[in-house]
């Protein structure tokens, strides 16, 4: 009970902690210019998009960052599964064995197709 003209205490609410939301949205950023690098960029989006969720299910912390992190990890997570699926189309047509029935054939399949790969000087000697 309080007398009048005075106010009880009352503490300051605790700061709402958004480390979760945070790094759900820094992973998500990483995550998708990470994805040129030889999709690497898929990890960090996977980690990114399960913290994000834990943030938001948690609820302590602030929903903004959580969300934007989820959906940068989303984003990252579609478009690195996308590229990952064709390019192990391509690559499972080029080892169809019925379709390419020497290894000339698939070696000239996968330099058709992958035009981008090079050969090393180890791969040449047979190493």
């Known amino acids: 009970m309080t007398l009048p003209g005075y106010q009880t205490y009352s503490p300051p609410a605790p700061p709402r902690r ?16 990470g994805l040129a690098l030889c999709l690497l960029g898929l990890i960090p989006a996977l980690v990114g998009l399960v913290l994000g969720t834990v943030a938001l299910v948690r609820g302590h912390s602030e929903r903004r960052p959580a969300v934007v992190g989820i959906i940068c990890c989303s984003v990252a997570v579609v478009l690195g599964s996308l590229a990952l699926f064709w390019l192990l189309s391509k690559a499972a047509t080029c080892g169809d064995t019925s379709r390419y029935p020497n290894d000339e054939a698939r070696q000239g399949c996968v330099e058709h197709e992958f035009p981008f790969v090079r050969e090393t000087s180890g791969a040449s000697t047979g190493f």
């Open 18 to 33: 958004s480390g979760l939301a945070r790094a759900s949205l820094v992973l998500g950023i990483v995550g998708l210019p």
